[in-house]
Every structure is written in structure tokens, then in C-alpha cells.
């Protein structure tokens, strides 16, 4: 059976492991597993060269406390990385919004933070909140 792992992070398998006293800790699943993210600022983002964010900070404080060597982390847009987790066994995509649709296709974990989106217009010119399913709406991805 394939496993497909979605990490918004590891800390299912962490929360047991960090009452432990510290120790180096045999995981090889976790070395097994191809993790990929998105740019996607302050969850993860370059800086320079360096890999940076949240999401990439949590991820290998995680590795760290776990006695894990740190991963590859491959940056690719969101939607390859959610068809990569779809389609492969042992893929991690970090971090992703769990939605009703998402919600039975994969194992959470998390969350690492939480996200209000929200419509922003001139007042004077959009005072009347009903009339917005008039107008498209775009996403960023």
C-alpha cells in the first residue's frame, strides 16, 4: 500500500518523542520521503540562498529534535507539488490549507498557523457587500 504523507508538519510523530529525554532517535520513514513547498512568504521563502520561513523553521526544529539529518526540501509551484502528492507515495507538501475537499485524501498534521483571508474595495465604491457575487474574484497562487 502507498503511503502519502502530507506534513503541514511532522508534530503527530514529535509530540510523543519530545516528553523523551533528548536522544537520537531511529526515524527512517522520515529520511524516506520526498518534502516539497511552495514560495510562499512568511511560510517559506529564499532568502539569498538560504531556505527560510515558518513552515521551513518548524520543519527542522522538528528534524533537529528528532535526531533526523535535515531533508532536502524541493521549492516548486503549488500545484506540481499537490499533483506530486496525488500521484507518489511517500511525498510531503508543506504547508496547505485543509479544506472539506482536501479534508479524507490525506494524513494532517498540525496545524502549524492559521490564515483569515478577506476582500478589500474602496467603500465609496463597493459599500453593498451582497452585490460582490457580481464581480470575479482572483486568487494568487
Request: net charge positive; hydrophobic share 45%.
Amino acid at each position: 500500500m502507498y503511503i502519502r504523507v502530507l506534513l503541514v508538519f511532522l508534530l503527530s510523530v514529535s509530540f510523543s518523542l519530545w516528553a523523551e529525554p533528548k536522544k537520537q532517535i531511529d526515524l527512517p520513514m522520515l529520511t524516506s520521503l520526498t518534502y516539497y513547498a511552495e514560495d510562499y512568504p512568511p511560510s517559506v521563502f529564499y532568502e539569498g540562498e538560504v531556505l527560510r520561513g515558518i513552515s521551513v523553521r518548524m520543519l527542522r526544529a522538528i528534524w533537529q529534535e528528532l535526531g533526523v539529518k535535515a531533508q532536502p526540501i524541493e521549492i516548486v509551484p503549488w500545484a506540481r507539488g499537490y499533483k506530486e502528492i496525488i500521484s507518489k507515495p511517500k511525498t510531503v507538501l508543506f504547508a496547505m490549507s485543509k479544506t472539506a475537499q482536501r479534508a479524507d485524501k490525506f494524513k494532517w498534521v498540525g496545524p502549524i498557523y492559521s490564515v483569515d483571508y478577506i476582500l478589500i474595495a474602496k467603500k465609496a465604491k463597493y459599500s453593498n457587500p451582497s452585490g460582490y457575487q457580481s464581480y470575479i474574484v482572483i486568487q494568487l497562487r
